[in-house]
């Protein structure tokens, strides 16, 4: 939001760094195959915080309960394979479906508020949705989980192995072709609107689009989005815990999109990867008191590098082209 | 010249022949055995974590980090105690990137739930030193616990109170906490003591996260029961036991009893004089007669910890491994160390212990205790027990 940014179309080509971006995996299944977990781990949580930088980044809604749609996906996704309904694409599909129902539905009350109303509503919903489970014991399993989910090849063709190959292929394969889905709906005239909800939600209505019901479809989309993020931990992990609706999961969410960077798509799968691969490492060479170095991090980000760590690429590089012309 | 070369090639010679000579042991000692540790060292049940690591850390310095000629490794690794995915994960890993050959820990339920299918796929024997959850062994026949269960303790104290007349239990209101295990001890509490002729009048549940309990007191002390019984997590202890003085239920006649995670012993210095005389049932003291223990709580201390049952779960999963790979001769086959862990039996700190083959659950002792001060220090004195009590079950 700084004064030099500028406005531009929308311009929907894939541009070089893009595609990189987007090898870098394959390169990762060669040469780091012993993190392959945590890998697909990062891809799902990476897609969750994609699905909050859509209403977060390009709506302007703020919300601390996101993780009510990604225990919903959960749940029915894993609900579905302990029934004995293991078909793992339909399953992810009907994860996303049903979180996108609860958050048609919840967008209501959402969208009625500004920032602080729509932070303690959608905080609201989250803790009411976790006590919900909490309660429904019969279903959920409780506090002590949903295990016993039995899941069927993907394809028909590849089986959940204990390396996590086939879980990295699957978690990558949905990040991506969910990706492609919202890229293009950043970069239609439907995205324009949104980014002008965020920017203007007073002089919106003045050019004839209606505010309410941007918002209610983009919070709707939002939460399919992490239904499916939902759903594919469930699958990949074949158990499904009361944490996945915890408040702890949105808050982290938050702190990962905040640390990528907000409204440019990739903030979020940047930020999941660096926070889980730094909370990776740090445990790993310290198990007691690696949360102080993630603190740290994260101040030095906030202070350092404004709009998070490609926010603070973005501006080096300005800064160089700038220098360049000069 | 040649005189130096041939010194030099004598020299070799001996190095020769002592080379020779060491090769057996090398190659048995190269191969260490890895113990993957998963516990929560970080977040609100880092405590739990805490006792299980230096009671690891204790019998690994009192029994020597090797063990049938082969060097123990244990690679500790913390799972924040909430996220199930991520302790099923840590778990994966180090099965397939560590190559471990027994996975240890498990803080908390959903955890070892999730858990339990990678021992089963990998093999790998998973030694549960914590959760509590009675059903936690059926998930998986690859996983063995060396703690406790909650309907293992919570019966005899059912018993113990209907057996004992002469206290006059005859009403009881339970208060436990709202989630799997407390769900657990209420009913085998329940089902217990009215099965012996006592009477339940309620049964109250707090909530897991932010509990106020003094709603549910103020609840109890209007209904004048004869007593209540409680079960909250340990680490709640200290907040429940100073409302119950502040609200006088102590002074309006209300007996309190409880399973002993009301008075971990790790919090009995905050509780102190508001739990004098509080009855609990439970697997272990660290106040327990025995010169096993006192040894044990004296190393514990050393470290800065007061000994507690979350650390004896872990203490015995050691036992449990060590013993196990004596048994093989040092072969750390997943199938082999499991059916030698299975029916062992020996005599821990919390006194005589059986791994039942059969559940692979432990049959322990549990001991009806009271609280006191024992030379200056707040204490679970035992004074009752049940012998070779094997968990009961949710009935």
Known sequence: MTGSQTYRLPDGRWQKAEIVFWLLPIVV??????????????????????????????????????????GVGAYTAGLLASHGWGEPLSGLLLG????????WVASFMVVRGRDLTQLMVTLGIGLMLFEAANKAAFIT???????????????????????GKVAYW?????????????????????????????????????????????????????????????????????????????????????????????????????????FMVAQNYLADLNPVYWQFWIGLLLVLVVMFAHGGVLGGLAALRQRRTKEATK | MRNIRLRSSGLWAVLATLATLMVPATVVAAEPVKIGLILPMSGPFASTGKEIE????????????????????????DDGG?????????????????????????????????????????????????????????????????????????????????????????????????????????????????????????????????PDFAPFLQRIKDAKPDAVFIFVPSGVGTAVMKQFAERGLDKAGIRLIATGDLTD???????????????????????????????????????????????????????????????TGGDSNGDKLLAAMKGLSWLSVRGPVTLDAETRDMIQTVYIRRVANVKGVWSNVEFDKVEKFKDPGVQ
């Open chain 2, 265 to 327: 012993d790790n919090e009995m210095e905050n509780i102190g004089a508001a739990a004098q005389g509080v009855v609990t049932s439970f697997h272990y003291s660290a106040a327990h007669d025995s010169p096993e223990n006192k040894a044990y709580v004296a190393e514990m201390a050393k470290l800065g910890v007061r000994a507690n049952f979350h650390s004896v779960g872990g203490y015995d999963g050691m036992h449990v491994i060590y013993e196990a790979l004596k048994k």
């Open chain 2, 82 to 210: 909430t996220q199930p995915d991520v302790t099923k994960r840590l778990a994966q890993e180090l099965v397939t990137k560590d190559h471990v050959q027994v996975i240890a820990g498990f803080g908390l339920t959903p955890l070892a739930m999730a858990s339990a299918p990678i021992a089963t796929q990998a093999k790998v024997p998973m030694v549960v030193m914590a959760a509590a959850t009675s059903i936690i062994p059926t998930k998986s026949p690859y996983i063995v616990r060396t703690g406790f269960t909650l309907p293992q303790v919570t019966a005899p104290l059912a018993d113990w109170a209907v057996a004992h007349k002469e206290l006059k239990i005859r009403s009881v209101i339970t208060m436990v906490t709202d989630y799997g295990p407390g769900i657990d001890a209420e009913k085998t509490f329940v089902s217990r003591f009215t099965a012996g002729g006592g009477k339940v009048v309620e049964s109250l549940r707090a909530p897991l996260q932010n």
């Open chain 1, 29 to 70: 299944y060669f040469v780091a195959s012993d993190y392959l977990l945590l890998a697909s781990q990062i891809f799902i949580v990476g897609l969750f915080a994609l699905s909050l930088d859509l209403i977060l980044g390009y709506a302007g809604i703020v919300s601390l309960g996101h993780a009510a749609f990604f």
């Open chain 1, 170 to 274: 699957y978690s990558l394969a949905v990040l991506f072709v969910v990706f492609l889905v919202v890229r293009r709906t950043v970069y239609s005239p439907f995205g324009l609107g949104l980014r002008g909800l965020h920017y203007g939600p007073k002089r919106m209505p003045a050019i004839g689009a209606s505010v309410y019901r941007r918002q209610v479809v983009v919070f709707t989309v939002g939460a399919g989005v992490a239904g499916i993020a939902g759903a594919l931990l469930a699958q990949t992990t074949q158990f499904v815990g009361l944490d996945s609706l915890s408040f702890h999961r949105s808050a982290e969410l938050m702190i990962m999109l905040v640390l990528g960077g907000t409204g440019r798509l990739y903030g979020g799968l940047v930020g999941a990867a660096i």
């Open chain 2, 54 to 77: 230096s009671a690891v850390r204790v019998y690994q310095k009192t029994h020597g980090d090797s063990v049938a000629g082969r060097k123990v490794e244990i690679i500790l690794r």
């Open chain 1, 96 to 103: 996303g479906i049903v979180a996108a129902l609860v958050g």
């Open chain 1, 141 to 163: 399993g409780g506090v002590d989980g949903l295990s016993g989910m039995a899941m069927d090849k993907v394809l028909g063709i590849f089986e959940f192995d204990l390396y």
